[in-house]
C-alpha cells in the first residue's frame, strides 16, 4: 500500500480510503451481512487500508456501529473521517451528532471531521456563521474529541480556492475525477498551495465510468488497459491528492481497487492535457447518484431520471440510450413528469445539474415517443380485416408492445398467435396468459398472414431467416419506436 501525507497534519494515509456510503440494505439490515461488511473492514485493514470515512446517516443509521465493531478487531493504525449534517444546524446540535457518532463507533476522537456538502459559498457562510457548525467542531476539537476540521466541497474550483484560502480546515474532500477534473483542478491546487490533506470521492463518477467503458477508452495507455482502472490511477497518481476514496462492497472489489493502486502508473502533464481535450462542457454535470436530491413534492425521483440521463448526453444526446437505462431502474415512463418547477431539487445537487430543465428535455423525449409509439402501432395493427396476426419473438420487447396497445386502446380485441425459436419459451404463455408460443415451423400451419418481428435489433436476421414465407402470403412488419428519434431535433 502506498501512503501520503494528509497535508500538514502529520498523519500519513493509504492513498486507497475506504467509503462507506455504498453499503446495501440487504447488507446492513441484517445480522448476518453486518458481520459480513464488518470483516470486509477488518481485511481492508489488513492489507493496509488505514482511511475509513462514513456518517451518521449511512446505512440507514447502522454504519458506525459497523465501524466501531470493525475498528475493535483491526491490528493496524486507522482513521475515522466523518462529517456533519446540513448547515442548519447549530454548534449545540453538532456536538450532540459528535458525542453520538463517538458512543457509537467506541472511539475516544475523531480524526478527520467535515463540514458536509458545501455547494456554493452562501452556505460556507451558513457553516462558519457565529454560533453555526463550525463553532460547535471548533470547541469540541479544543476538548480533544476531534484531531482535523475539514469540509467537504461539491462547489467550483473558484470557490474551493476561495474556502481554502480562510484557514478555517486543515483538508477537503471533493468531488473530483477524469469526468470533471478540468472543472475544479483550480481547486485541487489551491488546496495543495495551502498544505491542505485532500481527499477525493466519486473517482469513478459514482459508477458513471465503468457502466461507459468505451466513451471513457481514451484513458487507456495501452490495449490491454482497464478503463476503471485507469480512472481510479488517475487520482491516486496526482501529487496534490493525499486519499481516494472507493465505495467497496465485496471482497473482489477490495482486492481488484488495491491491486491498481499498486500498479498505479503516474499521468504525465502530457497525458493529462490529452484527456482534458476529450472533456466537454456536458460532462461537468454528469450526475454521480448520489442521492441528495430527493425529496420532490410531487413523488419525482429526480436521481434516477438524472442518472439514465447521463446515458443521453453520453451517447451524442441519443433518446434510445436514456429510455434504456431509465428501464433498468424502473418502468419505461408512459406520461411526462409533473415537475412544478420548484427548485427543491437543485438546491441540493451536488453536482449543481439543472434538474428542472433536463425534465423538460425528458418530458418532450417522453411526449415524442409516445407518438412514434402510437405510430408503431397503428403500422403493426392497424387495417387488420381479415389479416391473422402473428408476433414473432415472445420476449420483453413483444410484452411491452402489447402492453402499450392496451394502454391506448383498452383492450387485445382480436386474436394474436405467438412465436419463437427458443426451446424455453416455446410450449409456454410467455407474452399473455393463455396464449401458447409456438415454433417457427407452425407460422404457415397457423394460416398467418402479417408476421410482427418484435426485436428491433434482431429483425434482419429473424426476417432473413423466414425470408421463405414471404413467398407464402406473409408480410412482415417492423415494430420499432427507435428510428425515429435517432435526431433528436427537438432537444
Not at 473492514?41 to 488505514?50: S, T, Y
Not at 414465407?469 to 431535433?489: A, N, R, S
Given at each position: 500500500m502506498i501512503y501520503k501525507d494528509y497535508g500538514k497534519t502529520g498523519k500519513k494515509v493509504s492513498v486507497i480510503g475506504f467509503g462507506t456510503s455504498r453499503f446495501r440494505p440487504e447488507d446492513y439490515n441484517s445480522e448476518e451481512g453486518r458481520e459480513k461488511l464488518c470483516n470486509l473492514?477488518?481485511?481492508?485493514?489488513?492489507?493496509?487500508?488505514?482511511?475509513?470515512?462514513?456518517?451518521?446517516?449511512?446505512?440507514?443509521?447502522?454504519?458506525?456501529?459497523?465501524?466501531g465493531q470493525a475498528f475493535k478487531r483491526m491490528k493496524n493504525e486507522h482513521f475515522i473521517a466523518t462529517k456533519t449534517h446540513d448547515s442548519f444546524f447549530d454548534a449545540d446540535d453538532v456536538r450532540r451528532r459528535i458525542d453520538s457518532s463517538l458512543q457509537k463507533m467506541g472511539v475516544e476522537k475523531i480524526n478527520f471531521y467535515h463540514m458536509w456538502r458545501i455547494l456554493d459559498m452562501d452556505q460556507f457562510y451558513a457553516y462558519t456563521r457565529k454560533g453555526g457548525p463550525y463553532e460547535g467542531a471548533m470547541k469540541a476539537k479544543e476538548e480533544g474529541l476531534i484531531d482535523h476540521i475539514c469540509f467537504s466541497a461539491h462547489c467550483s474550483g473558484e470557490d474551493i480556492e476561495k474556502i481554502v484560502s480562510t484557514g478555517y480546515f486543515e483538508g477537503v474532500l471533493m468531488g473530483y475525477n477524469v469526468i470533471n477534473f478540468k472543472y475544479r483542478e483550480k481547486g485541487l491546487i489551491a488546496a495543495e498551495e495551502k498544505g491542505l490533506g485532500v481527499g477525493i470521492m466519486n473517482p469513478l463518477g459514482g459508477g458513471v465510468v465503468p457502466q461507459n467503458q468505451e466513451y471513457f477508452s481514451f484513458l487507456k495507455e495501452n490495449e490491454e488497459d482497464e478503463v476503471t482502472d485507469s480512472a481510479l490511477r488517475f487520482c491516486t497518481s496526482q501529487e496534490g491528492i493525499s486519499v481516494v476514496l472507493s465505495g467497496m462492497t465485496n471482497e473482489e472489489e477490495l482486492l481488484r481497487n488495491i491491486a491498481a493502486v499498486d500498479n498505479r502508473e503516474v499521468f504525465s502533464k502530457d497525458r493529462i492535457e490529452r484527456i482534458k481535450l476529450k472533456i466537454g462542457e456536458k460532462l461537468n454535470t454528469i450526475c454521480n447518484g448520489c442521492k441528495y436530491c430527493r425529496g420532490c413534492p410531487k413523488g419525482i425521483e429526480p436521481h434516477h431520471l438524472m442518472f439514465a440521463f447521463n446515458s443521453y448526453l453520453l451517447h451524442d444526446n441519443n433518446p434510445r440510450y436514456f429510455f434504456e437505462e431509465i428501464a433498468s431502474w424502473e418502468d419505461v415512463p408512459h406520461k411526462?413528469?409533473?415537475c412544478i418547477g420548484c427548485g427543491a431539487c437543485e438546491k441540493k445537487c451536488s453536482q449543481h445539474i439543472e434538474i428542472r430543465k433536463n425534465i423538460g428535455l425528458i418530458n418532450k423525449m417522453i411526449e415524442r415517443r409516445q407518438s412514434n409509439i402510437k405510430a408503431g402501432l397503428e403500422r403493426c395493427f392497424g387495417n387488420r380485416d381479415g389479416e391473422t396476426i402473428g408476433i414473432y419473438a415472445a420476449g420483453q420487447y413483444a410484452k411491452e408492445m402489447l402492453r402499450n396497445y392496451v394502454e391506448m386502446n383498452g383492450s387485445i380485441d382480436f386474436d394474436v398467435f405467438f412465436f419463437d425459436s427458443n426451446p424455453k419459451v416455446v410450449g409456454t404463455d410467455a407474452v399473455?396468459?393463455?396464449?401458447?408460443?409456438?415454433?417457427?415451423?407452425?407460422?404457415?400451419?397457423?394460416?398467418?398472414?402479417?408476421?410482427?418481428?418484435?426485436?428491433?435489433?434482431?429483425?434482419?436476421?429473424?426476417?432473413?431467416?423466414?425470408?421463405?414465407?414471404?413467398?407464402?402470403?406473409?408480410?412482415?412488419?417492423?415494430?420499432?419506436?427507435?428510428?425515429?428519434?435517432?435526431?433528436?431535433?427537438?432537444?
Open positions: 473492514l477488518v481485511k481492508a485493514n489488513d492489507l493496509g487500508i488505514n482511511y475509513f470515512d462514513t456518517w451518521d446517516a449511512y446505512g440507514d443509521g447502522k454504519c458506525e456501529e459497523i465501524i411526462t413528469y409533473d399473455l396468459p393463455g396464449n401458447m408460443v409456438y415454433s417457427a415451423d407452425k407460422i404457415e400451419e397457423k394460416g398467418i398472414t402479417r408476421l410482427i418481428i418484435a426485436s428491433e435489433k434482431y429483425y434482419d436476421e429473424i426476417s432473413g431467416r423466414l425470408k421463405y414465407l414471404e413467398g407464402k402470403g406473409v408480410t412482415f412488419v417492423k415494430y420499432t419506436i427507435g428510428e425515429q428519434y435517432k435526431k433528436p431535433d427537438l432537444l
